[in-house]
């Protein structure tokens, strides 16, 4: 063939399965229906702009190349806790299902199509799993029952390296019986050994590499990428078969063995298994027969048929025995098992090695695989709402919180959630404050919620409400952007301090502000203590706190974030911000003797009288010097920041530790630049060599006043020691 149509096949092939996760998406249909589709009408039986055949043995090549990343991607996110932190019905459908499931389907072969049985084991292995890549966005699709919904999606992620494991003895046991050895037994166990043993020993080779950093961070995904592919390739060197055995044990030790930089490998790996899959499915579809299929007629159709309605409810009855499921959700699992990815790409490439080795029904692989993705896919995936609606077995739309940030205050706004039955889920970056989520019996996630993808996590599915909740103000508005695309819930609420610069184009801006008057950062710091909140009952003794110090309203049996309006006689509890109890921390070097009310009329008096203030104390302060070197600054950058706040500031050798005087004009001072009146002066003087804790205190000086409010505050109180309280409390 001419080279190139061997590019034209590949790139083409590339570019349309991308393409085509773009149009799944769109049209909120499972990927692996669109990718099929769009593989057969582009292969040479419909359109022809792709011919697999012109790859020849490279075909081969780059399916087994491409399946090995994709298992070795599975074992590596594999997540063991999860499996430990959920019900037993799980553990007995990986078991007791997964032999219903496999003796059954063999059994049905055998008897209709009459082949032998180690063909049949085989066969029936490819269709054991089920898939997180489909069953995923279906669940978040039709909204199960929570413990449905937890069953089937801790099926789908724990059922592909287990039915891969077994897929892969079956054809190593059948390989082993096809030719001709008397050992068959021990060619078994010695592919299933090396291709064991050499997985673990280059999952702990990996993990080595990493944790001791002798590969640079900049290459640490690439590195990974190729040590995968060379740990498949020497497996299969030196014994054929058993490379897709041992690049998944490889992942799974890589992935329990949790070394530092598993984040951003798991992130590069599965976008490049996405690009995988679409580059691998769509060479797969074009490369079917499709008569094959009408070759194996009927008894095709009455196996997938049983599959579907007699193997799969026997699955789930024999697995759910003595459980607390009702026949309803019994019902409801039984119908619910579409087949995936990882059933397509092991049994095309089961197929391919048999049709190389010349056996005798190779073709009918792919054609029962398929068959069973295509039934299971459409028929019970397009129909599993109307039958959950019918069985009773759906919610309405989700009410749940997704709360991003598990600090303190997240953890305690989350308790307060599931104190009145509200599903309430942590998302945070930071493993320290989800592991202190984790022992506090909080739903908790150690993950990126700009990059999260809900239908990955079970505990997200009863979520349709969103609670920014970091201290950066900008990502909060992100992520009420990127969450508004993906809730169906009625709230995107996000925290950031009142006064904060905004554009004009902010009535653009998605999501609502949320106890922006309230100063909140300071609780949202690493292993910061509790917030000052507490939980008040409309009948206790105390007065009602006041409306604005009100975080969260239950009334009537719903849940209202925010300010409440009013007091209401339908409310049943409320969580209250203690302003009184915040004050207690206060983050300025702010003596109570450094807040001066002043008579000075001139800026420039006003700046020499807080430094002479300060020289009482600090008598190596050059008045006159440091009064110049802050004036001429002054003249030209103005210290006023608006709304009659200015912040004059300065370095010097003189002090040893960062220093802050108040002074508090009772005569009007105007801005030599604007003209504006300046009604509060705070002066920060820091030693020389520390910038960051300058910045720092800059940094706190300007959202203490950002606030309306909180400037109201301060700049109501009347002597030094009420300016003090004032300070201290915003």
Known sequence: MHPHELMTTFTVAAALGVCLFSVAGYLRIPTIVVLLVGGVLAGPECLGIIDPEVLGHGLGTIISLAVAIILFEGGLTLDLHGYRSENREIFKILTIGVLVTWLGTTTLLRLVFGFDWAFCLLAASLVIVTGPTVIGPLLHRIRAKPNLQTILHWEGVLIDPIGVFVALLCFEFYVSTGDGSQWVIKDFLLRFAAGGLLGIGFGFLLDLFLRRRWMDDGHTNIFVLAMAMLNFTIADLVISESGLLSVTVAGLVLGMR????????????????????????????????????????????????????????????????????????????????????????????????????????????????????????????????????????????????????????????????????????????????????????????????????????????????????????????????RWSELLEGKHLL??????????????????????????????????????????????????????????????????????????????????????????????LPLDRRDIMFSESGELMDLYREMIEHLRQRIPALETENLLADMWSREEDYTSLLGNGIAIPHAWTSAIRQTSVVVARPQNTVVCPLTSRPIEIVFMLLSPEGHPEEHLDHLSFIARLIGSQAQRERILHATDPGELYEMIATS
């Not at 049983?306 to 959700?329: E, H, K, V």
């Open 258 to 481: 949790k070394t530092p930089q598993q984040r951003d490998i798991v992130s590069y790996k599965a976008e490049l298994k996405d690009f995988l899959i679409g580059l691998l499915f769509v060479l797969l579809a074009a490369n079917l027969k499709l008569g094959s299929f009408f070759d194996y007629g009927w008894r095709l159709a009455l196996v997938v048929i049983a599959l579907m309605l007699i193997i799969r409810p026997l699955n789930i009855f024999l697995s759910t025995l003595g459980s607390r499921l009702s026949i309803t959700d019994k019902l409801f699992l039984s119908w619910i098992a579409p087949r995936g990815i990882v059933a397509a790409s092991m049994a095309s490439v089961v197929s391919l090695e048999l049709l190389e080795a010349e056996v005798e029904n190779a073709q009918f692989i792919e054609s029962f695989t398929y068959s069973v993705i295509a039934a299971t896919v459409i028929v019970q995936g397009g129909t599993a709402g109307i039958l959950g609606r019918f069985l009773g077995v759906l919610r309405q739309v989700p009410d749940g919180w997704i709360i991003v940030g598990g600090h303190a205050l997240g953890r305690q706004v989350c308790r307060f959630f599931g104190r009145h039955g509200i599903d309430a889920v942590l998302v945070d970056t930071n493993t320290h404050e989800i592991r202190a989520a984790h022992q506090e019996g909080l739903h908790a996630l150690n993950e990126d919620a700009m990059l999260l993808k809900p239908e990955e996590h079970p505990s997200l599915y009863g979520c349709g409400n969103l609670l920014a909740l970091t201290p950066n103000p900008d990502l909060n508005r992100m992520l009420c952007q």
């Open 494 to 587: 996000r925290w950031e301090r009142s006064g904060y610069e905004t554009a004009d184009n902010e009535h653009l801006l998605t999501g609502d502000r949320v106890w922006d008057e309230m100063p909140l950062n300071r609780w949202m710091d690493r292993n910061s203590e509790p917030a000052p909140l507490h939980i008040v009952h409309p009948h206790a003794p105390d007065p009602s706190p006041a409306t604005s110090d009100i975080l969260i309203t239950v009334r009537n049996g719903a849940v209202i974030v925010g300010e409440p309006g009013e007091i209401d006689d339908g409310d049943k509890e409320w969580l209250v911000y203690d302003w009184r109890q915040g004050q207690q921390r206060l983050h």
